[in-house]
């Protein structure tokens, strides 16, 4: 028995074998939603993208019906996922699939020198609720390395870079955009802030090599329509909807989310002393992931996959000291919102109950964020030291 752990332990120490063995189960994944016809987001972005370079709307109550499903995302993702478009149904999935895993990894493994000792438990924190977001196609996963690779850039100043990621990110689907707010950490603000809005109207403009500058318009006001109709359709995986507070939230959903960004401002603006520094800096990413995804209008499971590498870089790098506290919220984390989805570990019937109902792995998720943002306050800058370049805010 000790040797088969001891074994199990050596695998998983060795970031190629991890690698090999998550690109194994999404090629096998891929390849079972795919010959089942169940690879339905594939689809979407398949079905989206030839009626966007075709001139018609995929934001109409005809194309949900036809497809039952919606297409949510801006228009500019269907400008860049034109290459794997043209791609064989039987292919695309797997290029999609594979190649967003990659990514992914490569992500993790260039964040800066400070997360290099933790970049393999980084990526085994969120490499569950990764595959899972893989096995359905989603586009999670793209705004999650988008954000992980801002971050590096910016940590690196390859501010440009990092722009243009974000804001893509930003005119895709939304979420990534809420990084740019580390900016202020930075150096050369104001530059950066016109380097922002050149790459933000390039993204949003871009749209019109197929659309004309007379659509562009009327295909983002569908956009908007389809996004509030989305809402009232039905509910989903955030805290404004969780068993408990969503009689309270819901009804009041915009003036809850504008409430607590005012707060989390104050805070940032409070402790803008610490802004040169890189703990405070993660501990800020993590915070502004949480609150974008767990505060959204309609996130789903998967989508925490955008805010999950923010939580693991401060739990196994800035965090230096982990509180019973701490441990039972990751693994709770582990299991509720990490094992708990697949029905190879846990009854469909099980999982309905506990976190369908109950809500368990989002109030699990929840209390994390807000220990985030306890441990950023109360965080011991003097004794905790690390070697890593100071910026000024000029």
């Known amino acids: 028995m000790k040797r088969i752990i001891s074994v199990i332990n050596s695998f998983f120490s060795n970031p190629k074998c991890v690698f090999a063995l998550g690109l194994l189960i999404v090629f096998v994944a891929t390849f079972l939603e795919t010959i089942r016809g169940r690879n339905t987001n594939w689809m979407d972005y398949y079905d989206s993208t030839m009626y966007f370079w075709s001139g018609m709307s995929p934001y109409t109550n005809e194309y949900v019906e036809s497809r039952h499903i919606y297409f949510l995302y801006l228009p500019t993702f269907n400008i860049v996922f034109a290459p794997v478009y043209f791609l064989h149904h039987y292919i695309g999935p797997f290029v999609w699939n594979m190649g967003n895993y990659a990514l992914t990894f490569l992500a993790v493994w260039t964040l800066p020198e400070y997360f290099r000792k933790y970049r393999l438990q980084i990526f085994l924190g969120i490499i569950l609720v990764l595959e899972q977001g893989l096995f359905s196609c989603q586009f999670n996963i793209v705004q999650c390395y988008v954000a992980l690779f801002g971050f590096s850039l910016l940590e690196r100043g390859k501010y440009f870079w990092a722009i243009f990621l974000l804001t893509f ?41 197929a659309l004309g500058f007379d659509g562009l318009i009327s295909t983002y006001q569908e956009w908007m329509a389809m996004i509030n109709q989305h809402h009232s359709d039905s509910d989903f995986c955030g805290i404004l909807f969780a068993y408990g507070l969503k009689p309270l939230f819901l009804p009041n959903y915009r003036l809850v989310q504008v409430v607590v960004f005012s707060l989390l401002m104050a805070m940032f603006f409070l402790m803008h002393k610490r802004w040169n520094r890189i703990e405070f800096r993660t501990s800020v990413f993590a915070t502004m992931m949480g609150f974008v995804i767990l505060f959204s209008d309609c996130p789903e499971t998967h989508t925490y996959v955008i805010s999950l590498p923010g939580y693991m870089m401060c739990y196994f790098c800035v965090w230096k000291n982990h509180t019973l506290w701490d441990k039972v919220l990751f693994w709770g984390l582990v299991i509720f919102m990490g094992l708990m989805p697949c029905d190879v570990f846990c009854p469909v019937a099980v999982h309905d109950l506990i ?28 004794k905790n030291t690390v070697n890593t370049p100071v910026f000024t805010t000029a």
Not at 179 to 203: Q, S
Not at 359 to 375: A, G, H, Q
């Open 169 to 209: 990110a930003l005119c895709s689907k939304v979420y990534g955009g809420i990084e740019l707010g580390l900016l202020l950490c930075y150096p050369k603000f104001w530059r950066n802030v016109g380097l922002t809005l050149c790459c933000f109207v390039f993204w949003l403009l871009l749209p019109a090599v």
């Open 355 to 382: 976190n369908g109902h109950f809500f368990v792995d989002i109030y699990i998720y929840f209390f994390i964020w807000l220990t985030i943002i306890y441990r950023t306050i109360t965080y011991d800058y003097e």
